[in-house]
């Protein structure tokens, strides 16, 4: 019997190649003589890196970049030198978290600091990127970023703009002469389940503007700035599509990835099944085991379990999926080619115990339901 194990991480209980791990470890206490395959997942949000690195042989990097309020920290991203890929989460850099929520300033926050990380993955020869999109304290449409790789934006006196969306509405010439010329010859992924434009009530500012802290009064001025940018945009280049799906995803990094720099986006979990190769994994498998830390109706939505479910339906392997949490609701996924729903952790089991006990609990699980094939 051949059985995939392709889970996500379980949210601040164990990453998805722990999870592959302990999956494994269940597996050879009730059938030892399977064929396991570990394929760790991820969706382009957080654990991206550690995932594709895992599956693909890479390393981390760590480079001295500058945070959302242009203070210095240490991030990192992912080399496959083999295949010149880097795989970068924007969050690592210019993301919520970083940022004590008393500190948070969606105005002025950048993300420089994912140009930076684009810069050392540039130095280590990269010819691919893959940028994880999702997490972002940041609403400047990626001017930071390109900042960082050489372009500059000016108001009408030619001063440079200081960082932050908020500064855009005073915009009035990009000048991309500049731009590292290693671009040139670097393919760029977006990979993010986020297909909101960059503007209007749908748009960047609007939806994701107050979960990063902004106001009403936050929100129109960003939106000012960010039409004041598309503007400017079309000038500049000849083009500006603040309307492409994916072009509001963090914070509008999106629309300056595909602008500027000719960025393809798609589905996260699709992109990282490519990128890993879980299809030509699952070539001759019985099973495929995935999960995440909680599962519900919302999974359907492009988590990664129904991604991976759907990777599996192209192959005829069976699919169960794994999660701390089993909401009631998810009793929809049997409904999309999912066989088997196993909540890992017994209903009333105080939170931190769960996340504490999640690797054993996840082998205890996999032993019971590999038992029962």
Known sequence: MKIVLAPDSFKESMTASQAVAAMREGIGLALPHADCVGVPMA????????????????????VDVEDPLGRPIRARYGYVA????????????????????????ILRASTFGVGQLIVSALDHGAAELLI????????????GMLTALGAVFTDADGAPLPPGGAALAHLHRIDVSGLDRRLAGVHVQIASDVTAPLLGIGGASAVFGPQKGATPNDVDVLETALTRLVEVTRTALGHARPDRPGAGAAGGLGFGLMEFLAADCDPGVEVIAHTVGLERALTGADWVFTGEGSVDAQTLLGKTPFGVAQVAARTGAR????????????????????????????????????????????????AEVCRTL
Do not use: C, W, Y
């Open 43 to 62: 969706d382009g949000g957080e654990g991206t890196v550690d995932a594709v690195v895992d599956a693909l042989g890479g390393e981390p990097v760590t």
């Open 82 to 105: 083999g295949r010149r890929l880097a795989v970068i989460e924007m969050a690592g850099a210019s993301g919520l978290e970083l940022v004590a929520p008393e500190d948070r300033d």
């Open 132 to 143: 994880g999109l999702g997490g972002s304290a940041t609403n400047d449409a990626g001017v």
């Open 319 to 366: 699919v169960a999926i794994f999660a701390g949490r089993v909401a009631p609701d998810a009793d929809v996924l049997l409904e999309h080619g999912v066989e088997k729903l196993v909540a890992i952790t017994a209903p009333g089991t105080p939170l931190e115990q769960a996340l504490r006990d999640g690797p054993a609990a996840l082998t205890r699980a996999t």
